[in-house]
């Protein structure tokens, strides 16, 4: 079965200093990939994601992933976290095929401290 | 545009009671869906349509019913509410028919209690 991880279930970093949040998924054949962001008490919103173009995907906000075929990977990187980066991810799986089908990891909270 | 709504924001409900969560979008979005958001376990699927007239089941359909009678609007029913069914509930809807490349668009989400 198609299943994403999303490996930590919560990163801190300090102001200033990179983000690396990391999903890993099955690799049945080639998905497409996102990851969403959650505010507090928030909808989920976009971030960037991977259709099949180029590999090294850049998002809003200054965040970007890079898609690893042979490492089945898609992290999410930042390289200066800013206070308003404290939020919720999820990396987000699409198969294709039948309609929905979109596999969501567990989500992982990132803390940004001052 | 104001993108997907849901109404109400926050619900809370007695064992047994039904009711019926909001949902509707502008944007003459073909897919909408039903996601439950618990603690620790990501967003799950509970129905989802691919256009009027269309819907199906997705992983954790027991308890909900859904319709889609117009593009627009695709409201969720609880039918016997139970503790289980605490939980937020997000709509979403994105352009085609299948979410495969697609970015999904997020309602701002229902809490809802159960007691």
């Known amino acids: 079965a198609q299943s994403v991880t999303q490996l930590d279930s919560h990163v801190s970093v300090s102001e200033g200093t990179p983000v690396l949040l990391r999903c890993n998924y099955s690799s049945s054949y080639s998905p497409s990939l996102f990851w969403y962001v959650q505010h507090p008490n928030k909808g989920l919103q976009l971030l960037l994601k991977y259709t099949s173009a180029a590999t090294l995907v850049k998002g809003i906000n200054g965040f970007e992933a890079e898609f690893k075929k042979s490492e089945t990977s898609f992290h999410l990187t930042k390289p200066s976290a800013h206070m308003s980066d404290a939020a919720e991810y999820f990396c987000?799986?699409?198969?294709?095929?039948?309609?929905?089908?979109?596999?969501f990891g567990k989500g992982t909270k990132l803390s940004v401290k001052p | 545009n104001a993108g997907v709504t849901q109404t109400p924001k926050f619900q809370v409900l007695k064992t047994g009671q039904s009711m019926t969560l909001q949902c509707a979008q502008d944007?003459?979005?073909?897919?909408m869906s039903w996601y439950r958001q618990d603690p620790g376990m990501g967003l799950r699927l509970i129905h989802y349509?691919?256009?009027?007239?269309?819907?199906d089941q997705g992983e954790v359909p027991n308890g909900y019913n859904v319709s889609r009678s117009t593009t627009e609007d695709f409201p969720l029913r609880l039918l016997s509410a139970a503790p289980s069914q605490t939980s937020v509930y997000f709509c979403?809807?994105?352009?085609?028919?299948?979410?495969?490349?697609?970015?999904?668009?997020f309602g701002p989400g229902t809490r809802l209690t159960v007691l």
């Open positions: 349509s691919v256009g009027a007239g269309i819907t």
């Open positions: 979403a809807s994105s352009p085609r028919s299948s979410p495969s490349t697609d970015t999904q668009y």
């Open positions: 944007m003459n979005h073909e897919y």
């Open positions: 987000v799986v699409s198969y294709g095929g039948s309609q929905g089908n979109l596999i």
